[in-house]
């Protein structure tokens, strides 16, 4: 992650120096002001853009792993972390205990384990994957409905999910 020095007109190569563990970015966000969710890896870090202090999730908790490669992360209304894993499902990270939950095609109806892309939208997670749409609902806890080419989807391989400003999901 760099970041623009202003004084000199170059960029900073912030995490090399602040953070082992995070030494290159797959997805970044900032779902709270000041903080910056910064992936890489299976590795997870988030910077207080005002300190520049990083604090990082443990690997693993109550024995589920966070294994293979983070293609995307969003954070929903109770501040839960959502991770989409690029051949292993999506892991749910409870922002209250640091609890992880397991979602996968074994244990939820999920169309396929590998996981590229999420849209939160009213309780309903969007769920770009390998094989389709799924939407999953987080008060259910269960996938309730999902979209393939046979549905209108142009190709089942979904590498991103859009919401514009209408509202409209892309």
């Known amino acids: 992650v760099y970041e623009e020095c202003t004084n000199d007109g170059r960029f900073y190569h912030f995490m090399k120096e602040n953070c082992k563990r995070l030494n290159y970015c797959q997805c970044m966000a900032e779902f709270e002001s000041g903080f910056l969710t910064i992936t890489g890896g299976p590795n997870i870090g988030i910077l207080n853009l005002n300190s520049g202090s990083i604090n990082s999730f443990p690997l693993s908790s109550n024995n ?8 995307d992360i969003v954070q929903d209304q109770n ?17 209250t205990n640091l609890n992880y939950t397991k979602i996968d095609a074994g244990n939820s109806g999920l169309s396929d384990n590998k996981v590229y892309s999420f849209l939160e939208k009213d309780d309903i997670l969007w ?29 089942n391989i979904v590498y991103s999910i ?6 409209k999901i892309w």
């Open 64 to 71: 589920i792993s966070i294994s293979g490669r983070i293609r």
């Open 79 to 95: 501040r839960n972390y959502w991770i989409a894993l690029s051949n292993n499902g999506i892991i749910k990270i409870d922002y």
């Open 127 to 155: 769920i770009g994957t390998n094989t389709g749409i799924n939407l999953y609902s987080m008060t259910e806890k269960k996938i309730i409905k999902q979209y393939f080419v046979e549905d209108g989807l142009a190709n």
């Open 162 to 167: 859009y919401e514009d400003a209408k509202g």
